[in-house]
């Protein structure tokens, strides 16, 4: 390991060091693009930067719907640390505990013990986590949908009860097999769903005993209308082409329990579902709560519109910076409010971050983050969609277009750029790929059953009427 990314000694203090260090903590947008900035903007002689993520990569989160669709493939929606941010030191391990007054961070890999390093100046991009509520059934039949293999997971789960539910011949199960369950009514949820279903439609012609018909989606969401970023008007005509394609959505319901599979609302609707999806909202990472540094009433850090890390009375915290979703960042263009946790405003003010972090070790002044929001885009499957850019209010193919042509702008790196362009092309001409991996999670299952030792098959008394011995039961 490079000595920048030194532990503490056993003595308990830190070796000494010849830069700066630099720690940033997250290699999601926040974390990637900081350290990518902060790179061009400072030379290894004038800072040494270290990334620490439980993950190698970063994870563009707005085409998780497309790699679960399989219109792009999902290694094509991440980008290695390693290889990308040249220059930098990436650590593979889990934040468990900030001492910012120590300048001391803990990590836990996967494998070995816990250790620590300490730093200069940290940077705290650990983004949110899914945010679940104490709903029966709920830890053990939903699956998330913020990381690529959660889209991975989804895919092969979805064509997998379709496989299942073909080769069935109870309606009773075939019915909950193609029962599809979101929770959810934001743009994770609503893409999510849309792409799924898209992908189902296609799927099911292939199968002689199943029809769309027999194809059932279900969408809860506890308030009283989709996409509310969109604006009552966009947001509308969304749930309308939901509606005409026949997946049910549910507004004003809450999700009151799913143990087995079996969905209860709060409205009294009850179905039976092998499938159920959680894009209900996040929450700061809890890993705030474990370090010293000042919170607002959600968990989210409290900082300034320089991106520093401040007490409630504008107190800068020296050496803490943060953005994206752990941060309550004041929105500028709109005084009074708060910036949305959004991939627009992260990749912007891990821009700034950069830039004004560089400003801070050159003893320069910083400068505010401002950005005035463009707009909202979303996808509602192939060839659909529903935007409203600088005002101008787009649907269908324009608005499934500008989706696209936005997010593959703002995706990393000119390699993932043309993948992603090849991979779209390809898909014009080429069907979607229909076979489910399904034993992907699992890959040891198949060894471990060949590997058990089989029972002995149970001599059978002898046949004395007919002076033979029984054959054997298989």
Request: charged content about 25%; proline content about 6%; overall charge neutral.
């Amino acid at each position: 390991m490079a000595s920048t990314t030194d532990a503490v000694l056993p003595s308990g203090a830190p070796r000494p060091r010849k830069v700066p260090r630099i720690v940033v903590l997250g290699g999601g947008y926040v974390g990637f693009y900081t350290a990518l900035r902060l790179r061009r903007r400072l030379g290894r002689r004038d800072a040494a930067i270290v990334v620490v993520d439980p993950r190698p990569y970063m994870t563009y989160q707005p085409f998780l719907p497309e790699a679960a669709a399989g219109s792009l493939e999902p290694r094509h929606v991440v980008v290695a640390h390693r290889r990308e941010l040249d220059g930098v030191d990436s650590l593979t391990a889990r934040v468990t505990q900030i001492r910012h007054a120590d300048r001391t961070v803990r990590l836990q890999p996967d494998e070995g013990e816990a250790y620590e390093i300490t730093y200069d100046h940290l940077v705290v991009a650990l983004g949110s986590v899914a945010r679940t509520l104490p709903i029966p059934g709920l830890a053990e039949e939903a699956i998330g949908f913020k990381q690529v293999e959660e889209a991975i997971a989804l895919r092969n789960h979805v064509l997998s009860k379709i496989d299942l539910a073909a080769s069935t011949w109870d309606p009773d199960l075939r019915r909950r097999l193609l029962t599809f369950t979101f929770v959810g009514g934001g743009f994770a949820g609503i893409e999510a769903i849309a792409e799924v279903e898209d992908m189902a439609r296609d799927v099911v012609r292939y199968y002689d005993s199943l029809s769309i018909d027999d194809l059932r989606f279900v969408m809860i969401e506890g308030s009283t209308r989709i996409l509310p970023e969109l604006g009552e008007e966009m947001g509308g005509y969304a749930l309308e082409q939901l509606r005409k394609r026949h997946i049910e959505v549910h507004l004003s319901t809450f999700l009151s329990s799913c143990v087995g599979g079996h969905v209860v609302t709060s409205t009294g609707l009850e179905l039976d579902s092998a499938t159920i999806v959680w894009t209900a909202g996040v929450r700061a990472n809890p890993v705030l709560q474990d370090s010293d540094l000042p919170l607002d009433a959600t968990g989210r850090l409290i900082a300034l519109p320089t991106l520093q890390v401040a007490h409630e009375d504008g107190t800068v915290v020296e050496g803490a910076w943060t953005a994206g979703d752990c941060a309550a960042v004041p929105d500028l263009a709109n005084p009074g409010m708060l910036c949305s946790p959004s991939a627009q405003h992260a990749v912007r003010q891990a821009r700034h971050l950069g830039d004004n972090l560089a400003r801070a070790l050159r003893s320069a002044p910083v400068e505010p983050y401002k950005h005035k929001h463009v707009g909202t885009v979303a996808s509602l499957g192939l060839g659909k969609g529903v935007a409203q850019v600088y005002g101008v209010r787009l649907r269908g193919w324009p608005a499934w277009f500008m989706h696209r042509t936005y997010h593959m702008a703002q995706m990393p790196t000119m390699n993932r750029k043309v993948r992603i362009v090849l991979d779209w092309t390809l898909a014009m001409f080429f069907r979607r790929e229909m076979v489910a991996l399904g034993r992907l999670h699992d890959p040891r299952a198949e060894f471990r059953e060949a590997s058990a030792p089989r029972p002995k098959a149970t001599p059978q008394p002898a046949d004395k009427s007919r002076g033979a011995t029984a054959p054997a039961t298989v």
